[in-house]
């Protein structure tokens, strides 16, 4: 049995107490839950026509949500009070294998010493609530069930996926550790066009701007560049002192294949989010590489991307691709 001093949410006489956070970093934390309401098609249908007498079930539900992310601490005795700076709670109408009803899956945000999954937990489970009391003079037997975190990243805990029934190692939808799709090798940054970028330690990724200090961001499309490492290591061949930053990315990564992605992925970098905007690019042919090669591969092989979620990036972060 553990003593009672190993249990951070017990105070010395054996009695719960809401952890002091007040040591702990502010970082950038999201969270998203699911739950679903299972009904008969009919229920569903009203839902679907707008037909229930009570009103629009999902605006209701949505509202219901949100207010209960921001209430979850009054809900749940040892949540913090937390300054969310984001709820979002939306709705798939579904009826195949899945089942018949109504998808819910909230999203919370923050930046703060604690993180937001019993916010988008309660979220989750307030809308479906909401739906059922919406229906339920139309049906009483429906079911309020599989609510779940999906997705956790921000705090000492790093970065957290669901594995979903039928995923790689899913053992009956038991939840697992998020598997980076790659890594950032380097991060780089150029105080003017034209130049080449130098590698830093770290750089600051801000919403609606891009690099904080880097010449290429600004409120467009193309707040940041990505390359992979792969495509460097094919042009090394010919120069092999190249290294992070000749091709004016500002991240360098290995273990993905970038250029593949489609428009609108979406890319968590260490605490930060990225939305990919463009593949490629056309090639400055005065570029220096371009001049003594005769090649170069930002054009080709770079994405970009605006930023969706701020934060810190490092070397060595991993990347996840929301699939």
Request: hydrophobic fraction near 40%; glycine fraction near 10%; charge should be negative.
């Amino acid at each position: 049995m553990a003593h009672t001093n190993d249990l951070t949410h017990i105070n010395e006489q054996g009695r719960a107490r809401m952890v002091d956070v007040s040591a702990k970093q502010k970082t950038q934390r999201v969270a998203r839950a699911a739950g679903f309401v299972r009904m008969a098609p009919a229920t569903l249908e009203l839902v679907r026509t707008g037909g229930c007498k009570k009103g629009d079930v999902l605006a209701v539900a949505q509202v219901a949500g949100i207010m209960a992310a921001k209430r979850c601490w009054e809900l749940v005795p040892m949540c913090h009070p937390i300054q969310l700076t984001g709820v979002d709670v939306r709705f798939e109408l579904v009826d195949d294998e899945r089942g018949c009803g109504v998808a819910i899956e909230a999203e919370c945000r923050c930046c703060g010493e604690t993180g937001v999954e019993m916010e988008a937990l309660t979220a989750a489970s307030v809308a479906g609530l909401t739906v059922y009391d919406m229906l339920k003079a139309t049906q009483r037997d429906m079911v309020v069930d599989d609510v779940r975190l999906l997705e956790k990243s921000g705090g000492a805990s790093g970065h957290f996926v669901r594995a979903e029934v039928g995923d790689a190692g899913d053992k009956a939808g038991a939840a697992v550790p998020a598997v980076a799709d790659a890594s950032v090798v380097a991060v780089s940054i150029s105080e003017k066009k034209g130049t080449r970028k130098k590698p830093q330690e770290s750089i600051e990724l801000v919403v609606g701007h891009g690099v904080a200090g880097d010449a290429h961001a600004g409120n467009w499309h193309r707040m940041v560049s990505l390359l992979p490492e792969e495509s460097v290591d094919s042009m090394r061949e010919v120069l092999p002192n190249l290294s992070a930053g000749d091709f004016a990315e500002n991240i360098l990564t290995r273990g993905l294949s970038l250029k593949e992605l489609p428009v609108g992925t979406v890319l968590t970098v260490g605490e930060c989010e990225l939305v990919v905007t463009q593949i490629g690019k056309k090639c400055h042919n005065d570029c220096e590489i371009h001049r003594l090669t005769g090649k170069c591969v930002m054009p080709t092989d770079g994405v970009f991307a605006v930023v969706t979620r701020g934060g810190t990036v490092r070397p060595g972060d991993p990347i996840h691709v929301r699939r």
